[in-house]
Each structure stands twice: as C-alpha cells, then as structure tokens.
C-alpha cells in the first residue's frame, strides 16, 4: 500500500533562456522598489549586469557572501538593509548567495527573488544552513522559500567547468538522497529520477562544451528537480557528512558532495538497494555507489577528501560529529563505519562494493557491462554507456528468441556484404531509420533565417566541372529542361560573393550518372558555379523526378517488410560554400511530387520546397536560351555565419 504527504511549495519559478529579463515584471507584481542586490565578491559585477533591468528600483548592492553563510557576514547584510531602507532582497549566485538571502530574509521579513548561476538547489529549499564558532546548524521553515526564483539558462553558460561538475554533483546528492528519505512522495521520486537522467546525458557535453546550451538547458531543468526534491524530503548521512565536513573543517561545498556521495549512497546500498537501482541503471555501474564514483571521477571531479584539504587526522572528529547528532538515514549509522567510509573518501578509493555483484543477470545487466568498461577516452566511454543502456533496454523490451537474434545477426552480417568502395549498405540503413537526418539535426541548428540542411546522400561526386554561371549541366538533352535560379545571401539579407555552388541531381529517369556508367555521360547533371557580387546564380538542367533509394539490398528488403516505399521526390542537390560561413549541405524538393510527404530517407523540410513553374512563353524560354516551355525553379540560400 502506497502512503505518502505531499505539501507543493508556493515558490513561484520562471525558467527560460534570457529569463533575467522577467526581473522587473516580478519586481512589479511583488510591489518592490528598494531593492538590495547580493552577491559574492567573485560575482559582483554577474550579479549588476544580470539585474541591470531593476536599476531604478535598487537601493544598494552587498557583494560579500562567502561560502557556509556565517551569521556575522548575514547580520551586517542584514543591518544594511535596514539602514538603507530595503524593501526586498535579490540574490544573484550559488548556493552561497542563495543562503545569505534567505538569512537576511529571516532576519528583516523581506520579500527574496533568487536568481541562481550553478545548480546548488537552495533557491527551492526552506532550509537555511548558517555557521557559527565553526559549527553549521540547519533550520527547515517555510517562511525561508524565496518568492520567486529566475532560472535564466544563459547565465549559466560562463560556468567554468570544475564549478559546474561539483554544482551539479552537489545537486545529484539532492536526487539521490530523495530516493530514499522516509519522506519521499511519487513527486519527488519522478523528479529524482529525471534530475539524473538529465545530468547523466548533460554533464559528459558540458565537459567537452560548457557553452552549450541545450546541455545547460537540461542542467539546470535538472538542477531545480534537485532542488525541489531537497525542499521536499529531509536529509540523510550524506547530507550530514557534508556539513560536518564544510562547517567544521572548512572544506568546499560542491566538491566534498562530489567526493562523498559514492561512499554515502554504497553504505546506504547495503539496506535499499531497491530504491537506489535506478542510479546504477542510468549512470552505468556495479552499484549505485560505483555508478556515482566513475561518473564524477570521469567528469574529472575531485575525488580524495585529502586533496580537498581534510587532514587523515580528523577523519575520525568528523565521525564522532557526523554520528553523534545524526540525520534521518535508511542505515543506522555508527562511528567506526562512518570513519572507515570516511577513510576511503578520504583516499579517494571507489566506495566499499556492496554484496559482490559480478555476475550478469537479467537485472543487472547495463551495470554489469557498463562497469567492466574502463575507457581512457571520456566520449568514448559515454558513448558506450549509452548505447548499452539503451541496447538492453530494447532487449529487455523485445524479449527476441535466439531465432530472431540470429536474424538480426544476419542482417547485419548481410549489410555489411553489401558495401563495396561505391555502395554504403550502413549509410543507407541509417539513413531509413531517420538517423543520418537526426546527426545532420544535431549538428546543424542553424540561427534563425539560415537555410536547412538536409542529407547529403552517396551520389556526390568530388571534382565536377567548375561552369560558366547560365550554362547546362544536362548533357545528353534528356529531360525537360529547366532553368535554375536564386541568390545566395547571409542572415543579415546581403549577398554573398564568390560562394562555391556545387549542385548535382539524378537525371528524368531517377539515375544519377554513376548509376548508369556507360549510359549517360560522365559528370551529367553536375557542376561547380561561383555566386558574383550580387549573389545571384543560374544554370540549367532538367526537372527532377522521384527515384528510388538502391532497394536491392538487405535495406531495400527491409522496407518492403515494413511496407514503406524506397522512393525519394524530386530533388536537386547543393553544398553550398563561402568563407566565412558555415558549409551547407542541402536540397530543394519539387512540393508538387508525389512523395513529398514520404521521403524514404525523411530530408525534405517545409523550407526547403522550392517553387518549380512551367513557363510557357516563348520569348522568356528565348532569354533563357531555350526553344520551348521550360519549368523555372527558384530558390535563395540563407548561409549561417562561421561558428
Ligand atoms: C540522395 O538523395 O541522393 C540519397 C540520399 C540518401 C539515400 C540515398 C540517396
Ligand atoms: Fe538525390
């Protein structure tokens, strides 16, 4: 029987790329107009620039927070505030600043916006942790929940690594300890959850790319999980060893979440390891403890307390604390276990394993796999975890008899017979279950008014003939002719000089001419033309019809079984390319053909149908150089400057 309460807080929260630009409508729906600014020194200048918009309303501007909120750094916050007649509080930074907010906020009844930059998850918590004659105490009371909180995305993007893996690894604790507080409720085990399948896929990219922001999007959507579930649900042994470990030993914040958690979440393991699958399910491990070893060690977070500064002395002081006034935790705790935890954070050992869980099961599978994988190259060992974990799971899902294993098998074995040096079976394959379209998505988000990209195909062929601008790529006259026309400008509408036009398309039959070697003439219906300082381009050749993919392979059979058609619709293909700007790798369709809305492959977007019209008139045919009805297709490219 499922039992829980659950009590939603009344914080309210805007989340948004530019989201700091909602500031003075929130400062006007909450009545502000003395406001006082906080920040860390470190911060000072984030936090004016991201407030700028409130400038009328701010009254001053404390930029001492510092980590561990002190109450005697709070109380002279506090005291300016009173003097300069404050009506409300922002904070703009971590968990630092958050926590000196909520302080001045206790001490004065000011209303509080936070505006956070890492992931630390105080601003959605009622919890204040204040430090005194080197002790930290934490209160819970709902009067600490700031008003509002503004999740801007973009101001995350200056997050430098290392803050960024110990913030989040700070926020992990967050969803990790959620899963098994007495307290927890169906809410909070759904955000928990994905909190760490959000970190899981956006961490190992911010790694590589800490200006990406569809990875910084899912940080900080994850990091406000986080801390919603901390606001939800009490603290446990990691929580406690944290605060011991900050507020009596002064180590870092973010860092020490990163170098305890493993060892908290294995010793918790031992007693829920039910509770705690989904973490070694998602970040690929033996348990749940060496799941969140390997994952922080290979974002490249500390791991030793004794490189963070804590003394091989203390660790059993911070046993004897951390266990003499414990946290609710699922394990009873006592203090030679927690200094024999202790000692291995300390050393920076993987966490003690729990019951030996070598052995493959149906169960464990992903974490038994994932773990024996020990790649020296970080892509190389997240691309693995996840295409195992996602492997099983359509395993797990499909239940597939040794039979169809064995087909599948052969398939592959099949598709890969099919390849020579001028047929790709594997690019084809990709290409009809979306995901050659899905890579070039990935990796072509273009600003908005560039032109799409769309597949590339095998049918190009390096060295085509550079042409005249006007002449006729169709040189056996097969065809209706076409004329071909458009401009090649930049996002600002200016037309680009000199870019390199290289167009190619399969003649009136569907066949491009290294299908049909022999039949048609080499380089047919290819060329090479240079846009001049107008941007303008024009050549000719013949209306594109449908054709079919190579549908005579394993692929081919493989989408009669499925019922879909191999046919492409008519299309011309460009790689467009200008200094300066990104290279692109395009087509335009024919939106009168009769698969526009079924491409076998999925290229064709909206922007990319061109307008194909029959003109008819003779002397426009005339200035064309043509002597008969010709179809006219126009089409400008947007290119997207150099990233
Ligand atoms: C093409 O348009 O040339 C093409 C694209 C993908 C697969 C086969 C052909
Ligand atoms: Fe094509």
């Not at 916050?77 to 007649?85: E, I, K, M, S």
């Not at 002790?135 to 690594?161: E, F, G, M, N, W």
């Not at 099961?361 to 996840?386: C, F, K, P, W, Y």
């Not at 492409?568 to 300066?580: M, N, S, T």
Request: charged residues 20%; contains cysteine.
């Amino acid at each position: 029987m499922t039992e829980f309460e659950y009590s939603p807080q009344p914080t309210r929260v805007v989340f948004g790329a530019d989201a700091t630009a909602a500031l003075p409508r929130e400062a006007e729906r909450l009545g502000l107009s003395r406001i006082l600014l906080l920040s860390t020194p470190g911060q000072s200048e984030l936090a004016r620039r991201a407030t700028r918009d409130l400038d009328s309303r701010m009254v001053g501007h404390f930029d001492e927070a510092v980590m561990h909120t002190p109450v005697t750094v709070s109380d002279q916050a506090a005291d300016q505030a009173r003097d300069l007649g404050a009506d409300a509080l922002v904070s703009v930074g971590g968990g630092s600043t958050t926590g000196l907010g909520k302080a001045v906020a206790r001490r004065t009844g000011l209303p509080h916006i936070v505006v956070p930059t890492t992931y630390a998850g105080s601003e959605m918590t009622p919890i204040l942790g204040e430090t005194e004659g080197g002790r930290k105490t934490t209160l819970r009371d709902a009067s600490l929940l700031p008003q509002t909180v503004i999740y801007d995305v973009a101001l995350t993007r200056s997050l430098p690594v290392g803050v960024t893996v110990g913030s989040a690894m700070n926020a992990m604790a967050h969803a990790v300890e959620a899963l098994y507080a007495a307290d927890r409720n169906p809410v909070t085990d759904m955000l928990a959850v994905d909190a760490i399948e959000r970190f899981a896929s956006a961490l190992p990219v911010l790694v590589a790319d800490p200006d990406n922001l569809d990875a910084r999007d899912a940080a900080l959507r994850a990091a406000w999980a986080c801390g919603t579930c901390l606001g939800q649900v009490s603290m446990g042994l990691h929580h406690k060893l944290c605060h011991v470990l900050g507020g009596t030993f002064g180590l870092p914040h973010a860092e020490t979440h990163a170098a305890i958690l493993p060892h908290a979440t294995a010793f918790n393991e031992q007693v829920v390891p039910e509770l705690l699958a989904p973490v070694a399910e998602t970040l690929g491990g033996a348990s749940a403890g060496a799941a969140l070893h390997g994952f922080a060690a290979r974002l490249g977070a500390p791991m030793a307390l004794r490189t963070l500064g804590l003394p091989k002395d203390a660790i059993d002081e911070a046993a004897r604390i951390a266990t003499e006034n414990a946290y609710a935790n699922p394990r009873a705790v006592d203090k030679d276990s927690i200094a024999g935890l202790l000692g291995r954070a300390w050393a920076g050992d993987p966490p003690a394993s729990t019951a030996d869980e070598g052995y493959f099961t149906e169960r464990n599978s992903t974490r038994i796999v994932t773990a024996r994988n020990e790649a020296a190259n970080v892509r190389l060992g997240h691309v693995m975890d996840a295409v195992t974990r996602h492997l099983h799971a359509a395993v797990k899902e499909i239940e597939p008899t040794q039979d169809e294993w064995m087909q599948a098998i052969q398939f592959l074995t099949k598709t890969g017979h099919a390849c020579n040096d001028w047929r790709q079976e594997f690019i084809l394959l990709s290409d009809v279950l979306g995901v050659s379209m899905l890579v070039d998505a990935i990796n072509n988000r273009k600003p908005t008014g560039a032109s799409e990209s769309t597949v590339l195909g095998p049918f190009h062929v390096d060295g085509a003939p550079e042409l005249e601008m006007g002449a006729d790529i169709c040189l056996d006259q097969k065809g209706e002719p076409m004329l071909v026309r458009g401009r090649i400008l930049d996002t600002a509408g200016k037309p680009v000089d000199g870019a390199k036009i290289d167009v190619w398309q399969a003649n009136d039959e569907g066949f491009y001419d290294v299908q049909q070697k022999g039949l048609q003439p080499e380089f047919n219906l290819r060329g090479v033309f240079r846009s001049g300082e107008d941007g303008r381009y024009w050549f000719r050749g013949v209306k594109p019809k449908y054709y079919p993919i190579p549908d005579d392979g394993p692929v081919g059979r493989l989408l009669q079984k499925l019922g879909r058609h191999p046919y492409r619709p008519a299309h011309l293909h460009y790689i467009i390319e200008a200094a300066g700007y990104q290279t692109l790798i395009t087509h335009i369709f024919d939106p009168d053909d009769p698969y526009i809305h079924s491409d076998a492959v999925f290229g064709v977007k909206q922007s990319l149908l061109a307008n194909f019209r029959l003109i008819e008139d003779a002397d426009a045919a005339e200035q064309a150089g043509l002597s008969g009805p010709f179809y006219l297709t126009e089409h400008d490219f947007v290119l997207a400057p150099t990233r």
